[in-house]
């Protein structure tokens, strides 16, 4: 018994392709889970390592007899799997993941209370003598926070019990032997089911007299016959709602439903199966739109979403390390882990309020005629806004005059630390308090990067990050190869090679290796190729080639852009972020590359009318920053990625052109990039900047994209700023195709 209940418990956490469809709204619908299945067996019980006869066998068969009951019964039956087949081949576990995605993506929307959950078992032991029949529930008293159940779950535990009572006394009533009887549990595919759910042990398997009689069509009719009516006598009932539809109370008699609807206003009474109301006509109900979420640091909560702030809070207080957020502004309104660590002071620097996030202590801040916002977990409660305090530490360089000015010494400090030749000059003082003792002159030089054609650009940019190729010490002796001719697999393999030891990425011809590439990748002495996208963008015989050469040749591609993009983040180690472009484009992409090398973060590409991708769906407390505006990413991927993660993880940064967007992104990333360094290509087509975020990697560089004509103001203006508060003394204009006059203007901005 020990083994087969260590097996269900696996169940905490079942499986080949379910079919049909969501039930019609309103409709009594039966969902039947038969366990196990495919490379997931279950018992072997007493004689299937002999005769082939495993659990899983045992469980469609009454599967498949019990749908026909209840069938007979005018219920609609939806089926996890109706042949033997597994939903995952990582792990059983994960295959108890994937069975109830099925299962609770089969109940219709708004029909979860006429809607149950049966999942067939079959037992085992290991006393040959052991047999009987048992049912299993979720009962709330096994809630724990290490294996929560759904929300949903909680709600339906007693009528879980009330469906396992039904069916269990059924069988019973009929002359099946009992085993354990009746037996409440936190099996995972009970605690995680959407409706009303009960896990069947039809009978042990373990036992020689009991699997004959298992296997017998006559037992299997009669088990599934009798769960068959225990589910009719289950919906049998008249139940009293209240004007939302909230079940309230359940009756055998009709009449005793009604008189109990007359204690209680703007109630009404149905009958569960036929859906029939009694007495009174069924209220409009009070439909609030479910904007307060729930979320975990780690795991994901499921059915998350109230109609109210209190219902979250309510809910949410039951469980530890939780949030609730608002799904729509992204404020944390309540939480048992976060600290509220961002307090807003008044004039006087007394305590006015505390919030959870920066962003909505500055929002609240901001409405107040004198108000600051500090960080009291920093060691000097830094000044993160004011909006009538200065900014009192100015950094200066003795070249170029005055950087940055800040509010809070040390910050100030660590910034004059970065460049040379500078010192701290406090206003209050008037003196300097810290001097650079690096006194190296600044000076500046401007440097083309480029080739006679995209192939070769992409050459001189790996000539310039190894211009004596691959150190013998340098571990990754790795290049990231493209095609030249579409941007849509290299998309975001620019955190992928510079994961790999800051790879050049190399862009070839489809159909052979241009001799350009090949020349470098000897010149580099390239041990290893990563190429990305299929034989569409690199044909076999680019590969073929590339082997001859005696690399090493790793391919990363999938039917889509989208799909490679998944196989090129799968190689990424795991990040405490990521960037979320469109796939269809390349400009955001590109700004979010130059940035994504610097933190180190992925890209995930998406396109309108796509599901949330798992990568994105998986990032509890990560966050996810969208690249571009609704046009590349529309809203309602940004809801729905709010929604997945929680509001409060996601920031969305645009502009109404493409440099707009890019300025956007650098300007919210200033402080990653304390480079001399800086990173200017063609904004009017891809392959220049696409292989430029090697660069980005090796100097900590923003990459600005430029147009053919004149500046935008806002792209003007940033790089002024970059201009002014770094030392810049080099500019990198990558390719061609940079306007001379744009370069001027850089160049005269950094003197």
């Given at each position: 018994m020990k083994t087969k209940l260590l097996f269900v418990l696996l169940l905490l956490l079942a499986i080949g392709i379910g079919s049909g469809t969501a039930s019609a709204s309103g409709k009594p619908t039966v969902i039947i889970d038969p366990g196990h299945g495919g490379t997931y067996g279950g018992t072997a019980g007493y004689s299937g390592n002999r005769t082939g006869y495993y659990e899983k066998h045992a469980n469609m068969e009454v599967s498949n007899r019990l749908k026909t009951e209840l069938e007979k019964r005018g219920f609609i039956v939806r089926m996890t799997r109706t042949k033997d087949a597994q939903f995952s081949r990582i792990s059983s576990s994960q295959d108890l993941v994937e069975r109830m995605k099925v299962a609770n993506g089969m109940i219709a929307s708004g029909n979860n209370d006429n809607t149950v959950f049966i999942s067939v078992h079959h037992n085992a032991t290991g006393s040959p003598t052991y047999g009987g029949y048992e049912t299993y529930y979720f009962n709330n008293n096994f809630a724990s926070s290490s294996y929560p159940p759904s929300t949903l779950q909680r709600h339906y535990s007693p009528e879980s019990g009330r469906l396992a009572t039904n069916t269990h006394r059924s069988v019973i009533n009929s002359g099946v032997k009992e085993g354990r009887g009746i037996v409440a549990s936190s099996f995972y595919v009970n605690r995680t089911a959407n409706v009303p759910a009960v896990l069947l042990e039809v009978g042990y398997m373990s036992n020689p007299t009991e699997e004959a009689m298992i296997k017998q069509a006559w037992f299997q009719n009669k088990v599934a016959a009798n769960v068959a009516k225990g589910v009719d006598d289950f919906f049998n009932v008249y139940v009293v709602n209240d004007r939302n539809g909230k079940s309230l109370r359940h009756y055998a008699s009709k009449t005793d439903a009604l008189n109990y609807a007359k204690t209680v206003a703007g109630s009404y009474v149905a009958h569960k199966k036929t859906g029939a109301v009694e007495g009174a006509t069924k209220p409009e109900p009070i439909v609030r739109p479910l904007v307060y979420g729930i979320y975990h640091p780690s795991v994901k909560v499921a059915n998350n979403l109230y109609g109210t702030e209190q219902e979250a809070v309510n809910e949410a207080e039951k469980w530890k390390n939780t949030r609730v957020v608002h799904t729509t502004t992204g404020s944390v309104l309540w939480s048992n882990y976060l600290p509220k660590k961002y307090v807003v002071l008044d004039g006087s620097d007394k305590e006015i309020t505390r919030f959870y996030r920066e962003d909505d202590a500055v929002a609240h801040a901001g409405k107040l005629p004198q108000a600051s916002v500090i960080d009291e977990s920093t060691q000097e409660n830094d000044v993160l806004w004011s909006n009538f305090k200065r900014k009192n530490f100015i950094v200066r360089s003795k070249d170029k005059g005055e950087m940055i000015h800040l509010y809070n010494r040390e910050e100030a400090r660590d910034y004059a630390r970065s460049w040379p030749n500078s010192e701290l000059f406090d206003v209050w003082a008037q003196k300097v308090i810290f001097t650079n003792t690096d006194t190296t002159k600044y000076s500046y030089t401007p440097q083309n990067v480029e080739g006679k054609n995209?192939?070769?650009?992409?050459?001189?940019?790996s000539k310039l990050l190894y211009p004596n190729g691959f150190a013998?010490?340098?571990?990754?002796?790795?290049?990231?190869?493209?095609?030249?001719?579409?941007?849509?697999?290299?998309?975001?393999?620019?955190?992928?090679?510079?994961?790999y030891g800051n790879a050049p990425i190399l862009l070839s011809s489809t159909k052979t290796l241009t001799p350009a590439v090949e020349q470098e990748l000897k010149r580099l002495k390239a041990k290893n190729i990563i190429m990305v996208g299929g034989t569409v963008a690199l044909s076999a015989s680019v590969e073929s080639k590339l082997k001859s050469m005696g690399m090493t040749v790793e391919r990363l591609s999938g039917k889509t852009r989208y799909e490679t993009n998944e196989k090129i983040n799968a190689k990424l180690p795991s990040a405490d972020g990521m960037f979320v472009t469109a796939g269809n484009n390349y400009p955001d992409a590109l700004t979010a590359a130059s940035v994504a090398v610097v933190k180190k973060w992925p890209i995930v590409l998406v396109r309108d009318g796509m599901a949330v991708p798992n990568r994105i769906r998986t990032a509890f407390g990560d966050e996810v920053v969208i690249i571009g505006?609704?046009?590349a990413v529309p809203a309602a991927m940004e809801t729905a990625i709010k929604r997945e993660i929680g509001a409060d993880s996601v920031r969305r940064l645009s502009g109404t052109t493409r440099y707009d967007t890019g300025t956007a992104t650098i300007e919210h990333y200033s402080k990653e990039f304390i480079s001399n360094r800086l990173i200017v290509s063609t904004g009017t087509n891809y392959p220049d900047a696409l292989v430029s975020s090697a660069i980005s990697a090796r100097y900590n560089a923003p990459l600005f994209l430029v147009p053919d004509g004149a500046m935008a103001a806002t792209l003007s203006t940033s790089l002024s700023k970059n201009s002014k508060e770094k030392l810049i003394n080099r500019t990198y204009y990558v390719g061609g195709a940079v306007n001379p006059s744009i370069k001027t203007t850089i160049n005269a901005m950094q003197k």
């Open positions: 995209r192939t070769e650009t992409a050459v001189a940019v013998s010490a340098k571990p990754q002796k790795t290049v990231v190869l493209a095609t030249s001719g579409q941007y849509a697999d290299a998309l975001s393999a620019g955190p992928l090679a510079a994961h505006g609704t046009a």
